[in-house]
């Protein structure tokens, strides 16, 4: 198709198109069909190309699997409690001093692991203009609220000027401080982050760009290219990942994933336990392995590659850090080797 195409019309969309594709079997593809009946299916040429088997790390991540069909009795519709906590359409409002504005549910890609799975989706559509009044209207009432996190669905799916008056609109609010973007285009459709597009990112608030990605191969020479569009307009980049079974779950991994992040100028900042969404158990890794896995990597990469391991406690309660611990509960404090060291008892307290 020519490149003028709306994204949403390039993606491969549904079960028959991934098997022609030959991202499925034709065995598969009646189950891959029923999942599509409940949720969303797509993944964009950039991202299909970097399948190399149907198991591998970026397959895993969204091509639809049969499993996605069972729920485990710890699963949730609603895992973080972004419901009960949304007091306007388009508004999630968990910490007083942030709120979230998810002006679309479109994505360029659906994750398969996804933990708003039940609410994205093609048919997500925009927030309408009246909507998006009433969102500016209750933030700029509440100015305990000093940053703006936008998120969706996917906010760079927006149009450059749409998204360019949203961002004008959040600026213009007094006691908004910063504002954040997250996204999963500059990975997943870096041709779509156009000079244009980047170009409406450009604010006189600090706005901060965070990147989702979960496998070193997500940034292509395509999607480094995209996210320097964006650097040079002095806009910071982090990034996040999910801890994922069999995409992500080893040191190697991980390593790889931050150093690339790194190479990308990109400072990871995030590492998030998976949020227990309706069929994504075959995705879980247990804290206690997470934890081994960053602690493998302490002293091994940069401080700079270092994310903050995160879990959103299930009903709304919050993120909190669950990373390994140095510093043990009789004083002694342990190295990244595991060896244990005495504090000297004079030693003040740095706090």
């Not at 479109?106 to 994750?111: A, D, F, H, K, Q």
């Not at 307009?233 to 994922?244: F, M």
């Not at 991980?254 to 190479?263: K, T």
Request: proline share 9%; hydrophobic share 45%.
């Amino acid at each position: 198709m020519p490149d003028g195409t709306p994204l949403h019309q390039r993606v491969l969309r549904d079960a028959p198109a991934l098997r022609v594709a030959g991202l499925i079997a034709p065995a598969q593809e009646a189950a891959v069909a029923a999942v599509e009946a409940r949720y969303a299916v797509a993944i964009t040429p950039a991202m299909a190309a970097l399948i190399e088997t149907a198991e591998d790390p970026i397959a895993r991540q969204f091509i639809p699997d049969a499993a996605e069909l069972t729920t485990a009795a710890h699963e949730s519709a609603d895992p973080i409690g972004d419901d009960a906590l949304s007091p306007i359409p388009g508004i999630v409002h968990r910490y007083a001093d942030r709120v979230l504005l998810k002006p679309t549910l479109i994505c360029p890609v659906y994750c398969r692991f996804c933990f708003r799975r039940e609410h994205v989706g093609p048919d997500g559509g925009l927030l309408k203009d009246a909507q998006l009044q009433a969102a500016y209207a209750w933030i700029a009432a509440r100015p305990a609220i000093r940053e703006v996190i936008l998120t969706g669905g996917d906010p760079l799916m927006l149009s450059p000027r749409r998204l360019a008056s949203i961002l004008g609109a959040l600026s213009a609010i007094p006691h908004v401080e910063t504002l954040r973007i997250h996204s999963r285009v500059p990975v997943a459709e870096p041709a779509r982050l156009s000079e244009e597009l980047a170009e409406a990112m450009a604010t006189e608030k600090p706005l901060f760009l965070v990147v989702h990605a979960n496998h070193a191969r997500e940034f292509t020479a395509a999607a480094r290219a995209a996210l320097r569009r964006v650097q040079r307009r002095a806009i910071p980049v982090l990034g996040q990942s999910v801890l994922l079974a069999g995409v992500n779950d080893s040191e190697a991994a991980l390593e790889d994933l931050f150093r690339a992040m790194l190479a990308a100028r990109v400072k990871p900042y995030y590492l998030h336990q998976l949020d227990a969404a309706p069929g994504t158990a075959r995705f879980h890794v247990p804290i206690a392995r997470g934890q081994a896995l960053l602690a493998g990597l302490r002293g091994r990469v940069t401080g700079l590659a270092w994310p903050t391991y995160v879990l959103d406690i299930p009903g709304g309660h919050g993120k909190v850090p669950i990373g390994p611990e140095y510093l043990e509960q009789t004083g002694a404090v342990r190295d990244p080797q595991g060896a244990h060291h005495a504090l000297a008892a004079h030693q003040p307290d740095r706090g």
